[in-house]
């Protein structure tokens, strides 16, 4: 899985948390996409595939945002993803959804999480990258339609809705884990986020404001 | 896999012609999309994996236009494509890649075999159609990479040469195969054809183009 380095990717300082942080919302948008192109397999409608498949099509035109925006600086894609495919696989094996509600909750949710991710680091960052982060943002919400289902699911089974209201909290649980591994073995990535943050609590700050943005997308599913 | 039947569904003679062509498309696409998610998994580094996934993410871009020229007309598009799930299911469980390359191969070839078809179809269809049709041609040709990595490959190990060949060739005849069958099974369909080409012999004459494009690209492979 080594591809030539690209010139960037043995930067230090700023210029790596900047590879860095490309590196790891590029491998999460590859393997959301794969993930969500499995689950999309799965559903009960031809409807539901197509509307899952489409979450999945959707992460790799952001995928190839960032794969341009790095090309621009010299750094390969493969090269800046690589450290961060073991923490994301591990996180998706260990949120594999074993049903078609559980994959619309993942999906509705992992969506929301990344927006809000992007959001925070817009300000953050240089003005390059800046833009490509807005032109992300602008092309997510496509996962209204889970919204839709998941309510309509709970209405008819009342019982599904403490189920799936455990899985949206498990979910985020292991995101915060995995987001936490990440920073802990990066430490570029970590005082990227302190200084952008402009706080030295900034992890545990940007963490807390997830979870309440997860809180109200758990209530727009009907799960809170 | 039931949705509300659209308007158009129940149309007969050309209009009916029009929903079925779409909808064989419409699935052809969606289809492709998760055979080739399904086959980026297996690529041997990231950087294939991320093209064959782009590939991927094209079908549904493609699927997408031609679910909002079907929704126009008053057709869901899960409707006008169930009839032909089974066909093109088939078509791919006959034709699941064993390897990287063949995965390639398969993909380089699919994509100039449905470019082959819009092309041919484009000036057969009514005006709004056509634009559509032409709209799903320009944004195709993401298969160039395998172009590359099949040449390379074989140049590496000739004797990959003659199995890809093969494979190639068992490619094109499954796709007949199963177009063959769509024509049987839709009588206005069929119809559709012989009158776009202008010729009674529509169906053979349009195989045949398929035939020599396929030969082109073949050798585009160095597999000839």
Known sequence: MTTDA????????????MVDLLGVLAYGELSAFDRLAEDARAAPTLAG????STMAAAEIGHFRLIEDHLARTGVGVADAMQPFVALWDSYHVS????SWLESLVKAYLGDGLGADFYREIAGWV?????ELVRQVLADTGHSAFAEREVRAA??????????LALWGRRLLGEAVTQAQRVVAERDELAEFIV?????AGGVANLIKKVQTNHGKRMSR???S
């Open 6 to 17: 690209g010139a960037g990717v043995d930067a230090d300082g700023p210029a790596r948390a």
């Open 221 to 223: 599913l009907g799960l």
């Open 95 to 98: 949120t594999a959804p074993r």
């Open 195 to 199: 200084r952008g943050s402009g706080d």
């Open 126 to 130: 240089d003005p390059g990258t800046g």
């Open 154 to 163: 709970c209405e008819v089974q009342p019982q599904q809705r403490d189920r």
């Open 49 to 52: 595939r197509a509307q899952l």
